[in-house]
């Protein structure tokens, strides 16, 4: 039996708000701004426009705003947890940037204002892109997650490990490779292994690799609010359960989709976080 539809104010939002036909043909400015596009919502640092929102929409390759929203969404929703149960979650365009940059540079411009440095013992939670080229607005073509945990001080000094969730193979092993070894530096910390987490769901198309990074990003979240001892095991046992509750790699890409469009219309209709969300329990209220 094909599971559920998103009910109640995310199921409505995504049936009612819709628009009646996806953007077309809209230039884009440098970092990829918008001309003369329709916002639909802001929530922190990230924006989206009505042709971000259409990419949630069918099989469109998710861009940098639709992480951005997912991972600020997901940091907002979490606020009310204690720290030592909630990762740290950065965007995608400060993850990239420590593939662009030393440790020690990214660590002073971009960790320290997330909380991350020499003290740091919380998890990090990161998308990986493939891009390479810093002023080609979309330059990537795939969306991956990593995963750093401390492991506690060994011999050689603090420790972390590094898990990969990659829903195409190990098509990103390389930037999340160079990813977790400056992000390592930045926080001080030997760099211990970097593995591909077990028994990660595989997408069944070439565009939803994005919807599958926001999923294993949720996962994490949900699995050390729960508590902190788990591990890459536990988070591929996450990301089947929730694959298969979805209807398997096409289900999740597809309701995965309807939910990330609900959450932006009801931040849009909203004004803020005070709204049910049922993944999250109770609404936050949080603008």
Same mark, same amino acid.
């Given at each position: 039996m094909a599971p559920a539809r998103p009910t109640g104010i995310l199921g409505a939002l995504v049936r009612a708000a819709r628009p009646a036909r996806r953007p077309s043909g809209l230039g884009?400015?440098?970092?990829?701004?918008?001309?003369?596009?329709?916002?639909?919502?802001?929530?922190?640092?990230?924006?989206?426009?009505?042709?971000?929102?259409?990419?949630?929409?069918?099989?469109?390759?998710?861009?940098?705003?639709?992480?951005?929203?997912?991972?600020?969404?997901? *940091?907002?929703?979490? @606020?009310?947890?204690?720290? &030592? =149960?909630?990762?740290?979650?950065? %965007?995608?365009?400060a993850a990239?940037? $420590?593939?662009?940059m030393s440790g020690e540079e990214w660590g002073a411009v971009c960790g320290?204002?997330?909380?991350?440095?020499?003290?740091?013992?919380?998890?990090?939670?990161?998308?990986?892109?493939?891009?390479?080229?810093p002023d080609a607005h979309e330059s990537g073509s795939h969306w991956s997650v990593l995963v750093l945990s401390p492991t506690g001080a060994g011999a050689a000094g603090r420790q972390l490990a590094a898990w990969h969730v990659d829903s195409m193979?190990?098509?990103?092993?390389?930037?999340?490779?160079?990813?977790?070894?400056?992000?390592?530096?930045?926080?001080?910390?030997r760099l211990a292994s970097?593995?591909?987490?077990?028994?990660?769901?595989q997408q069944a198309n070439q565009s939803d690799c994005g919807v599958f990074a926001? *999923?294993?990003?949720? @996962?994490?979240?949900?699995? &050390? =609010?729960?508590?902190?001892?788990? %591990?890459?095991?536990?988070?591929?046992? $996450?990301?089947?359960?929730r694959c298969e509750e979805l209807g398997g790699a096409r289900g999740l890409g597809e309701r995965a989709r309807e939910l990330w469009e609900g959450r932006a219309r009801a931040v849009a209709a909203a004004g803020s976080l005070a709204f049910p969300d049922p993944d999250w329990g109770a609404p936050q209220g949080l603008a």
């Open positions: 884009l400015g440098v970092w990829g701004m918008p001309r003369g596009e329709v916002k639909v919502c802001s929530l922190g640092d990230a924006l989206l426009y009505e042709s971000d929102v259409a990419r949630l929409q069918g099989t469109g390759w998710l861009n940098d705003a639709c992480i951005a929203f997912g991972m600020e969404y997901m *940091e907002r929703r979490s @606020a009310g947890t204690a720290p &030592e =149960r909630r990762p740290i979650l950065v %965007g995608p365009s990239f940037m $420590a593939t662009q320290a204002p997330l909380g991350i440095d020499a003290g740091t013992r919380r998890r990090v939670v990161l998308p990986v892109s493939n891009s390479v080229t193979g190990g098509c990103n092993w390389g930037p999340a490779s160079r990813l977790a070894r400056e992000v390592a530096r930045a926080m001080g910390a970097v593995s591909p987490v077990p028994g990660a769901p926001l *999923e294993c990003a949720r @996962a994490a979240v949900l699995l &050390e =609010r729960e508590g902190g001892g788990w %591990g890459a095991g536990d988070l591929g046992r $996450a990301l089947a359960r």
